[in-house]
Structures are given as structure tokens and as C-alpha cells.
């Protein structure tokens, strides 16, 4: 079978739910997953903003999203709380929820500042600190249309980082209508708290347009996943101690197995390499 045709099963495998690839670095997750947004939008009209910290994995033009105020203050608790457990800071969980009050983020900013006058008010500042990496990113406005049909987002490993991938997951649950695929490669290298990286991938269980690449083998189950998931080749020393041995032993080097709900299959990483170049010139032209 072609590796154009081994894809195209993965996709109608998958239908409208998320997927995870696994493996170490430069094993082709994000060869593998690029090339299935790529054939998704070919076949399917689906648009990609794609998420990394390495520029030189730019798919399509380089922008700074844009997401809706409303979307971030209804959800903003969840949005801090991946760096920070605010659940621990009554003060800062009391002036989180006073978000849902202003109607923009300049407001919300400023009512801040007003408080963080008071040298005492040591909550307000705090805040102030920790929403103000959000400010490049947020509009007053519902978004509609699209701007381009392939967008590349770069960011730092950083806490801003943390942010602003956050906030795009949470921006697909608000606006699970649109006919955009989000692919976020890799969040593991953001100052993520585990069981908040683990809560993350709960969220996107939910979200049909949300596909996340990870680097890690050892502390993930596919159980515990329950989603499809593309496992690629792993080292000797990686098979041998982590938990998916079995699986990882019937893969080659340069092979990926893809665990689905209906399908396993092999796909072999240079021919998918091959391809997504194939795919891009495509969209590019």
C-alpha cells in the first residue's frame, strides 16, 4: 500500500477525533503529522495553525494568533493555572474571577493596575505580571474568516509560551465550529506542571481540531491517552525500559506504528517525508 493511501486510512480512522504522536527527537513526528494536516486540507479544506519553538519547522506564513478576549476571560483560570496552582492563592482566585466583568482586556488590565497602587495588594501584582504576556494575543473581537490556509506559530519555552498554547487549546473548545486544524509541536518543552501537561491532553479529548506531537515514551500509557496515537522508532535503551516495550519492539528504525481505533499500520518516515514536501509545494503554489 502507498504511503499516500496508509495516510488517508489514518484520517478516515480518525474522523473528528484528536491524535498524539510519540517519540524522541528527530524520529519524524513532525514530518508525520505535518503531512496529515497537509493531505487533511488537501481533501478536506481544513486550514492549519501550527504551534512549534523551532523556525526552521515553518510550515506557511509566521503570525501571532489572534484570540477573542471573551474566549480567554471565560477561561483564563485554566489558562494560569498550568505554571501556577491559583486553587493555593484565595486573593489571586478572587481578582481571576473578577475577569468575567470587563468586556475588554485593557479594562481588566487597568482595573489591575488601579489595585496594584496599594504596595499591600500583593495579589494584584502578581496577576498583573502573569496577564501581561497575554497582551499581544487577545482581541476585542470575534474572529471569522480565515486568514491564510496554512499559519505558522513560534513560540519561546518560556511561560509565555505556556500562555499562549493554552490559550489556543482553549481557543479550538470556543470555537470548535471553524474548520481549523490546530497542531501544537512540542508542548512538553514548556514549563508545564505534569499533571497539568496531563490535563491538557483530557482537554483535547474533547476537541475534534487539536493534534499534539510529545517527546516521551516512559510516563504515557495509551490507556491512559485513549486516543489514537503514532507511536515513531525509539533507541534501544528506550525500548527496553519503558512501559510500551512490547509495542516499541515491532517498530523499525524509520518506521512509525500508528495505534488506531480501527487501524495499525506501519508507515515508513522518508516516503512521508517525500510526500509532505510534495504537499507543501502544492499549497504554496
Given at each position: 500500500?502507498?504511503?499516500?493511501?496508509?495516510?488517508?486510512?489514518?484520517?478516515?480512522?480518525?474522523?473528528?477525533?484528536?491524535l498524539i504522536v510519540?517519540?524522541?527527537?528527530?524520529?519524524?513526528?513532525t514530518?508525520?503529522?505535518t503531512?496529515?494536516?497537509?493531505?487533511?486540507l488537501?481533501?478536506?479544506?481544513?486550514?492549519?495553525?501550527?504551534?512549534?519553538?523551532?523556525?526552521?519547522?515553518?510550515?506557511?506564513?509566521?503570525?501571532?494568533?489572534?484570540i477573542?478576549?471573551k474566549?480567554i476571560?471565560?477561561?483564563?483560570?485554566?489558562?494560569?493555572?498550568?505554571?501556577?496552582?491559583?486553587?493555593?492563592?484565595?486573593?489571586i482566585?478572587?481578582?481571576?474571577?473578577m475577569?468575567?466583568?470587563?468586556?475588554?482586556?485593557?479594562?481588566?488590565?487597568?482595573y489591575?493596575?488601579?489595585?496594584s497602587?496599594?504596595p499591600?495588594?500583593?495579589?494584584?501584582l502578581?496577576?498583573?505580571g502573569?496577564?501581561?504576556?497575554l497582551?499581544?494575543?487577545?482581541?476585542?473581537?470575534?474572529?471569522?474568516?480565515?486568514?491564510?490556509?496554512?499559519?505558522?506559530?513560534?513560540?519561546?519555552?518560556d511561560?509565555k509560551?505556556?500562555?499562549?498554547?493554552?490559550?489556543?487549546?482553549?481557543?479550538?473548545?470556543?470555537?470548535?465550529?471553524?474548520?481549523?486544524?490546530?497542531?501544537?509541536?512540542?508542548i512538553?518543552i514548556?514549563?508545564?506542571?505534569?499533571?497539568a501537561?496531563?490535563?491538557?491532553?483530557?482537554?483535547?479529548r474533547?476537541?475534534?481540531?487539536t493534534?499534539i506531537?510529545l517527546h516521551?515514551?516512559?510516563?504515557?500509557?495509551?490507556?491512559?491517552?485513549n486516543?489514537?496515537t503514532?507511536i515513531?522508532?525509539?533507541?534501544?535503551?528506550?525500548?527496553?525500559?519503558?512501559?510500551?516495550?512490547?509495542i516499541?519492539?515491532?517498530i523499525?528504525p524509520?518506521e512509525?506504528?500508528?495505534?488506531?481505533?480501527?487501524?495499525?499500520?506501519?508507515?515508513?518516515?522518508?516516503?512521508?517525508?517525500?510526500?509532505?514536501?510534495?504537499?507543501?509545494?502544492e499549497t504554496k503554489?
Amino acid at each position: 500500500m502507498s504511503i499516500d493511501k496508509k495516510l488517508a486510512r489514518i484520517l478516515i480512522d480518525l474522523g473528528d477525533k484528536p491524535l498524539i504522536v510519540i517519540g524522541p527527537p528527530g524520529s519524524g513526528k513532525t514530518t508525520i503529522v505535518t503531512t496529515l494536516g497537509l493531505m487533511r486540507l488537501r481533501l478536506m479544506g481544513s486550514s492549519i495553525t501550527y504551534v512549534t519553538h523551532k523556525p526552521s519547522d515553518v510550515l506557511g506564513a509566521v503570525m501571532k494568533p489572534l484570540i477573542p478576549w471573551k474566549c480567554i476571560r471565560d477561561n483564563l483560570f485554566l489558562i494560569l493555572d498550568l505554571y501556577e496552582e491559583l486553587s493555593a492563592r484565595l486573593g489571586i482566585s478572587l481578582l481571576v474571577s473578577m475577569a468575567y466583568r470587563y468586556k475588554t482586556y485593557n479594562n481588566y488590565i487597568k482595573y489591575l493596575r488601579y489595585l496594584s497602587r496599594n504596595p499591600r495588594n500583593v495579589h494584584a501584582l502578581w496577576l498583573l505580571g502573569r496577564m501581561m504576556p497575554l497582551r499581544d494575543i487577545v482581541t476585542d473581537q470575534d474572529l471569522n474568516g480565515e486568514v491564510s490556509k496554512v499559519t505558522t506559530i513560534l513560540i519561546g519555552k518560556d511561560i509565555k509560551g505556556t500562555y499562549i498554547t493554552t490559550a489556543l487549546i482553549i481557543n479550538s473548545m470556543c470555537q470548535q465550529g471553524t474548520n481549523n486544524l490546530l497542531i501544537l509541536d512540542d508542548i512538553t518543552i514548556l514549563p508545564i506542571r505534569e499533571d497539568a501537561l496531563l490535563r491538557i491532553i483530557r482537554m483535547t479529548r474533547g476537541i475534534t481540531n487539536t493534534w499534539i506531537i510529545l517527546h516521551s515514551i516512559g510516563k504515557l500509557s495509551i490507556e491512559d491517552l485513549n486516543t489514537p496515537t503514532i507511536i515513531t522508532s525509539h533507541s534501544g535503551p528506550a525500548k527496553s525500559s519503558s512501559r510500551l516495550r512490547d509495542i516499541l519492539s515491532r517498530i523499525k528504525p524509520g518506521e512509525a506504528l500508528y495505534m488506531g481505533i480501527n487501524e495499525e499500520l506501519k508507515i515508513k518516515i522518508n516516503e512521508t517525508r517525500e510526500l509532505r514536501n510534495k504537499l507543501l509545494n502544492e499549497t504554496k503554489t
